[in-house]
């Protein structure tokens, strides 16, 4: 049973930066990813990380947001660095093994989700 287990988050405040980490099941992914909701609007996808190691990410997270991951303990992670408040929002891992040519578009309908971890940044 795949299992995805985000932690990492918090409250900080504008200029802050937080590390997101979400342990996976042991499977292969072949596409990994980072996305965020925030009250009253739609889930967006922030970044993904294809089985090859091809990264893409939304505008907003480019320069400050870098996604990883660790293949050897199936490990997601996000390092968000000058954090807005205007990047206050549930952030949730996903992944899928049947998603290599979605990949790079941060598709919003990867097959397994976790339970997401809250991000708030004050200003």
């Known amino acids: 049973q795949v299992q995805l287990v985000e932690s990492g988050g918090g409250s900080v405040q504008a200029g802050g930066s937080l590390r997101l980490s979400c342990a996976a099941s042991?499977?292969?992914?072949?596409?990994m990813g980072w996305f965020r909701q925030a009250p009253g609007k739609e889930r967006e996808g922030v970044a993904t990380?294809?089985?090859?190691?091809?990264?893409t990410y939304a505008e907003f997270a480019k320069g400050r947001f870098t996604i990883s991951k660790d293949n050897a303990e199936n490990t997601l992670y996000l390092q968000m660095n000058s954090l807005k408040p205007e990047d206050t929002a549930m952030y949730y891992c996903?992944?899928?093994?049947?998603?290599?040519?979605?990949?790079?578009?941060?598709?919003?309908?990867?097959?397994?989700w976790g339970q997401g971890t809250q991000v708030t940044v004050s200003s």
């Open positions: 996903a992944a899928d093994y049947a998603a290599w040519q979605s990949c790079n578009h941060l598709p919003r309908d990867l097959a397994y």
């Open positions: 042991k499977y292969y992914y072949n596409c």
């Open positions: 990380i294809r089985g090859d190691g091809y990264m």
